[in-house]
């Protein structure tokens, strides 16, 4: 009988194991397909981001430069602070650009090499003399020159979302020094290895397993630059392997000296305000005010400590341990020999000392940024100008912004002082611009010039008050049937409104003065004056008026506006005015000048452009009627101190809600609101509270008298407003010229009335 044969175990294991092995296979297979798929996309994403556009560059803007030109008004303290806000040091004969020395009234600078916007200049060293506060001569290279500039002082960015800040240096602009130190402190095998370093994993990994934790990640440099570059700081096993197989892929397309320059201008090593600092560029000079170029031994260390953590190393918030950390890497630097041991005992003897994070030349101005950003993206779009590292050069005078910056401070803080509770209560804004050219000198939102907030120069809507008053004489002047010297009748006003309501505005002093000259209407800011020649002139012609010294608010012609109850902005005031201050000639106010590619190809520039809207005679009529009102008017205070002539107009709005100041003098228009931003009523009037904010701000600044005007000549006027003929007795006006008769004799000027000394009253606190 046939025996059957026992199936063989041992093939039956093997066949059912074979299809777990099958899939074990299928699975390594598919995972090694989808990790060289992801090789591919990392590998293609490493190269897209290294070879292109590295990183986000925001615009950097920049102020005016600071032109010199014989007869030039500029002081020997806005000269040094102008220097010392660009980093420039006092060294003796000033040896290289960036550095200045003062031998009396001669200065030597050497300007450093710069890309204006229309067209890069060498490093000049120039010589100049300054005398009574003006520029007597201006010499380069022993030749005298007619105008030079210097280079314009940095003053802000337009950011990307993450506010990222860093000026590229190219790794031959970097000493070996500091790229010695930082490879012996951060990565001493960083030649040696393919972008990891298992040995730095290894002692990374005794230590995460002692601490319980993930403690140290012993990343290389590439590691760092690839976390900073392209990954986040995410602490997860997925994400370090990752970070390891990008890293190696970057060493394997690009050299170790492109390694380093990316990674010297990608590290972060601290924060400015909003701004993130970001690479050694920048750092050297928001840290020490000197280029990575100039960098001592000890600051070399003091800037690689600040890897480690840029925040607890920071030299000065926390300068013992800063300096403790850069005498290590010191140490480390001298046992590499990358420095002598004298050199390291010299260095580690010295203090560490950083420059003042609020200077100038490292602060914002976001008030004036602002203004500057709203007008570039009329042209550009906002993702450009965060992302394309352009330069912008812009209009803002540094030395006018700290001059209305110091006296906003000051004079604020004294009237607190006078009134209880109101500390911390009063706010301010300002424009200051350029007589000629509508250029914004300096731009004031809050009292607080750092603060990224409510712009009020810009955004805050208030009753001007008594700034309107100008425009009601002008439309009296225009009209051929007035002129300084006609009568005009101060006394009560009524005028019936809708329902019933009755317009009766009085006097500040709330008292009837009879009849005046016109001028004195002004001069003294009489409400019932000026009402009752606004509406024999005509509302519609006042209000036509506003529109054509520049204001695009709707104004509707109600008899409330002679007197001010309109509510603009200090920068649609200041436009205003601005066409008083130009003769008439109505121009918008503008922050920018030009703008260029990081290489300095230039993109745009932005000329003078407006129209003629009045006839130049008349401007300068009107503004005679201003000069009056800083004489001896309600603005008497400013020729007590400053030399005239000055052109003024206080204003206060119903209930001292907000104080107003307007004023011009050969140079500079400035506009100063004070108030409070719940609108409650202060005890101070324009005179008292915006005011002194004007005269301390001109008074530090320095200001230029007006020039005569031309088109006037002075006649004689009668009791009843008519010329008096050829004996020039009466009271002399200015009249224009081609108003008069010909045969009419030029009469000696003189004031219409004799300066008053200030009677003390009961008012005089507020002056």
Known sequence: MATRKKPSRTRNTHSARRPWLTWLLRLALVAA????????????????????HKWTLPAKVYARPLLLYPGQLLSPQQLRSELEWADYKALRNAPKPGSYDRNGDEWTVYRRAFPFWDGREPARRLTLRLRDNRVLNVHDGGREVSLVRLEPQYIGGIFPAHNEDRELVRLDQVPPALVAALVVTEDKAFFDHWGISFRGIARAMVANIRAGGFVQGGSTLTQQLVKNFFLN???????????????????????????????LNEVYLGQAGRRAIHGFGLAARFYFGKSVQELDNGEIATLVGLVKGASFYNPR????????????????????????????????????????????????????????????QRDYRLEDLQTEGLHIFTTLDPWLQHAVEEAAATQLERLESRAAGLKD???????????????????????????????RALAAKRAIGSLAKP??????????????????????VTVSGPGGQLWQPQNYDHRSHGVIPMLDGLVHSYNQATARLGMTVGLGKVADNF???????????????????????????????QTIASQGFVMPLRAIEAVTTAQGETLSSYALRGEQNFDPAMMQWLRYGLEQVAERGTARRLTQQLTGPLAAKTGTSDDQRDAWFAGFDNRHLGVIWVGRDDNEPMPFAGSSAALPVWLE???LAGSEPLPPATALKMAAVDDRGQLAGSGCRGTLYPFISSRLPDNLPECAAEPTEAPQKEKKSWLDWLF
């Open 233 to 263: 700081s995410e602490r997860t096993l997925a994400r370090k392997a990752q970070e390891a197989l990008m890293s190696l892929l970057l060493e394997l397309h690009y050299s170790k000296e492109e390694i380093l320059q990316a990674y």
């Open 697 to 699: 701000t001109f008074r």
């Open 33 to 52: 397909v989808l990790l060289l798929v992801w090789l591919v996309y990392l590998d293609a994403q490493v190269r897209e981001r290294f070879d292109g």
């Open 471 to 492: 425009v009601v004489y002008l439309t009296a002047l225009q009209s051929g049937r007035y002129h300084w010297g006609t009568p005009v009748d101060d006394k009560g």
């Open 317 to 376: 918030r926390n300068p013992e341990r800063a300096k403790e950390r850069r005498d290590l890497i010191l140490g480390l630097m001298a046992e590499n020999d990358i420095i002598s041991d004298r050199q390291r005992i010299v260095a580690q003897g010295k203090p560490l000392i950083t420059a003042n994070a609020r200077r100038a030349g490292q602060r914002e101005y976001p008030a004036f940024l602002e203004l500057a950003r709203a007008q570039l």
């Open 547 to 577: 529109n054509k010294l520049g204001l695009t608010a709707d104004i509707p012609p109600y008899p409330s506006i002679l007197l001010g109850a309109i509510s603009l902005s200090p920068f649609e005031v200041a436009g205003m005015y």
């Open 425 to 455: 209560q009063l706010e301010t804004a300002a424009v200051i611009t350029s007589v000629d050219g509508g250029e914004v000198r300096a731009l004031l939102g809050s009292r607080k010039p750092e603060f990224f907030g409510f712009n």
